[in-house]
């Protein structure tokens, strides 16, 4: 009885710390989140402008394929997240996402995207995916080391934290 009861325990604790933190990592280039409002999907990618053209260009009832990456190198220094997102309720504010990197010594760069914007007029369809209406990156150099970077997304609205990413990134000279 008592096994059971701590067993119970257990997994109700985890599962409010889990709902409460809302952090979502990865370590595949790719990363989603939905609730009862929002999804959002983050791709990591080398190439910011040609995967907005190949989004841009594409009918609105198909889907490029977009290559995510969780490596980079001088060769191909570029990073930046792809973002998209579906609206599930009417009733969802504005949305807005900060962005930072964060360097293998755990400080972070002071290049960062602060209260950009995910539309600029909100959305019609909700049974459509957009692409956010602003983006940022980050190119590394021989100057920046080598290792693990983490780039963090913070999403939120007027009011709350939606979710934060934190998708990681491996840099080799």
Known sequence: ????????????????????TKIIKSDK???QFENKDVWINVVL???LKSTIA????????????IR????ISLENSFIAPFIVYKINSD???????????VKPD???SKYKGNQLVFWKH??????LIYSVAQNYGWGLDETDSEGEYIIRIKVYNDTEQITEFQLAVTFSK
Do not use: H, R
């Open 68 to 71: 995510s990456t969780a490596k």
């Open 106 to 108: 755990g400080t972070t």
């Open 122 to 127: 909100k959305p019609e369809n909700k049974n």
């Open 91 to 101: 009733k969802i504010s504005a949305i807005y996402y900060d962005c930072e990197l």
């Open 45 to 47: 990618v080398n190439d």
């Open 54 to 65: 190949a989004w841009n260009s594409t009918s609105e009832n198909d889907a490029p394929g």
């Open 29 to 31: 280039g790719t990363a």
């Open 1 to 20: 009885m008592k096994k059971s009861f701590l067993l119970v325990l257990f997994v109700m604790f985890s599962s409010f710390i889990f709902a409460q």
